[in-house]
């Protein structure tokens, strides 16, 4: 995955995590609970870290990270 795919506005959270597991740890470290959230296939990352208070850009830098 590419980052501009993690960039991608209508990619939601549980289909995110399903493809990618190994992100989990950065959602989980941080308390939020977007792994397997009821809601998790309606949010995207924008969602997210809108609700958690966290820089979009920073954590999409930081899941990109995990992905190389």
Do not use: W
Request: negative net charge.
């Amino acid at each position: 995955m590419k980052r501009e795919e993690l960039d991608n506005p209508d990619l939601d959270l549980d289909t995110l995590l399903r493809r990618f597991p190994r992100l989990a740890p950065a959602f989980l470290n941080r308390d939020m609970l977007c792994v397997g959230c009821m809601v998790a296939p309606f949010h995207t990352l924008t969602d997210a870290c809108a609700e958690y208070g966290l820089s979009q850009e920073r954590f999409i830098e930081e899941l990109a990270r995990l992905l190389e």
